[in-house]
């Protein structure tokens, strides 16, 4: 019976921590809906994600994010974007995806910077300033996502904005994200302001080219 009553009281405590966690990571930095209000920035920095779902088909996260890119870029919101995506192996590459159907939608390749080290969201922030010098930049995912990249970007000394992707509420991709979501927000505040965790890689700086700036 004790050790029932412990393992409901260590449940509860489980659950408010992330509860807590989920809420405090929520409140970091100012997040846009529309591009008519975004300010102008020098960069944006698209996080990946698959292209299709498990089952092969759509991946509507994914397909969102391109058209907020490629929305951002055509309101003349900022001159270059930045892909950042998992390269993991030579058979999955969000990065390079990522960027063809930029280019495809009218984005100019040259002013397309690929990041192939952007194995989690963390990794992709803390590169977007070490290794691609941004510093007051725009982020570009998903409300849910959008805020965890904020916190990590905003705790460590980063200006960053973001800019809402369309979301796909109701859907059983929704609510397994919004599951996966409370954890990774607790581990990215233990990435934070308990471990201290880097980037798996970071390496040599790379130049983004700008368009106004003919970089």
């Not at 409140?27 to 698959?50: C, E, S």
Request: hydrophobic share 40%.
């Amino acid at each position: 019976m004790r050790k029932i009553k412990w393992l409901f009281l260590l449940t509860i405590l489980g659950v408010v921590t992330l509860y807590s966690i989920d809420k405090y990571v929520s409140t970091f930095g100012d997040i846009y809906r529309h591009t008519k209000g975004v300010p102008q920035k020098n960069a944006a920095l698209l996080l990946g994600t698959a292209k299709y779902a498990r089952g092969g088909g759509q991946n509507y996260f994914y397909t969102y994010r391109i058209r907020a890119a490629v929305a951002l870029w055509k309101a003349g919101k900022v001159k270059a974007i930045v892909v950042s995506g998992d390269n993991g192996t030579k058979y999955y590459d969000e990065t390079t995806t990522m960027y063809e159907d930029l280019v495809k939608a009218g984005v100019p390749a040259r002013y397309i910077t690929k990041d192939y080290a952007g194995f989690r969201t963390l990794d992709s922030v803390l590169r977007a300033e070490a290794i691609f010098d941004l510093k007051d930049y725009i982020i570009i995912s998903q409300k849910f996502h959008l805020e965890r990249a904020l916190f990590i970007a905003k705790a460590k000394g980063q200006k960053a904005i973001g800019f809402v992707a369309k979301d796909i509420p109701g859907t059983a991709a929704a609510y397994r994200m919004k599951v996966r979501e409370y954890l990774a927000r607790a581990k990215a505040f233990l990435d934070v302001y308990i471990l201290h965790t880097e980037p798996k890689f970071y390496g040599k700086k790379e130049k983004v080219r700008y368009k106004d700036l003919h970089l």
